[in-house]
């Protein structure tokens, strides 16, 4: 349904309402005639008059509650769709070839290591590619760059898709695919409502 579509609804629902609530003031102001003949005139002035401003009422509460519903089921199928949209970007990542997949992991490595001497944990459904021989790979290069090459793999899986988490004792910074993920979609998400959500002008 369309936003007009949804507009016009909300104005009907309304209008009914105000129609309904005025017969009935009608019906009442007939029974009323034939009980107080003359004094029906005033009588009906005060009655119209108050359902008229019960009316106006019940026709606002209508469109207010109407529209902050349609608000809000906006606004969940929005935050669905761009969640949607990081779960297909999680997935062709974690689906990335090995090539390329241990290029990204190693800069994931490099980028979030403090002191070299990190264990580095990965998911329990990772690619056996990811070995000690590749983190050793990773530890040549630290060296080659004046800095300690002493990570190691554990043999502790984490209940991660993807990326690593690396620490030293209790301590651990969390680098898998599904954080970093969740940081970019919160920092872009309001730029991302705008792109795909443009506002109706009608």
């Known amino acids: 349904?369309?936003?007009k579509e949804i507009k016009e609804k909300i104005l009907q629902d309304a209008l009914d309402e105000k129609e309904k609530i005025l017969k009935?003031?009608?019906?009442?102001?007939?029974?009323?005639?034939?009980?107080?003949?003359?004094?029906?005139?005033s009588i009906q002035r005060e009655i119209l008059d108050r359902y008229n401003q019960e009316a106006g009422l019940k026709e606002k509460k209508i469109i207010t509650e109407a529209i902050l519903n349609?608000?809000?089921?906006?606004?969940?199928?929005?935050?669905?769709?761009?969640?949607?949209?990081?779960?297909?970007?999680?997935?062709?990542?974690?689906?990335?070839?090995?090539?390329?997949?241990?290029?990204l992991l190693e800069k994931l490595i490099l980028d979030n290591i403090e002191t070299?001497?990190?264990?580095?944990?990965?998911?329990?459904?990772?690619?056996?590619?990811?070995?000690?021989?590749?983190?050793?790979?990773?530890?040549?290069?630290?060296?080659s760059q004046g800095k300690k090459g002493n990570l190691e793999l554990s043999e502790k899986r984490v209940p991660i898709m993807g990326g690593v988490i690396l620490g030293t004792g209790?301590?651990?910074?969390?680098?898998?695919?599904?954080?970093?993920?969740e940081k970019?979609?919160?920092?872009?998400?309001?730029e991302l409502n705008q792109f795909l959500f443009i506002k109706n002008a009608g």
Request: glycine share 4%.
């Open 116 to 143: 070299g001497d990190e264990i580095v944990y990965i998911g329990s459904q990772e690619r056996q590619a990811i070995n000690q021989k590749f983190i050793n790979t990773i530890n040549v290069k630290l060296k």
């Open 70 to 103: 349609s608000k809000k089921d906006i606004l969940s199928e929005k935050q669905a769709i761009i969640a949607n949209i990081f779960s297909e970007v999680l997935d062709r990542i974690v689906g990335l070839e090995d090539e390329r997949y241990l290029s």
């Open 184 to 190: 970019i979609k919160d920092e872009i998400e309001t």
């Open 24 to 41: 009935e003031a009608e019906t009442k102001i007939i029974n009323l005639k034939s009980k107080f003949g003359k004094e029906i005139e």
């Open 1 to 3: 349904m369309s936003m």
């Open 170 to 181: 209790e301590i651990r910074k969390n680098a898998s695919l599904e954080v970093i993920l």
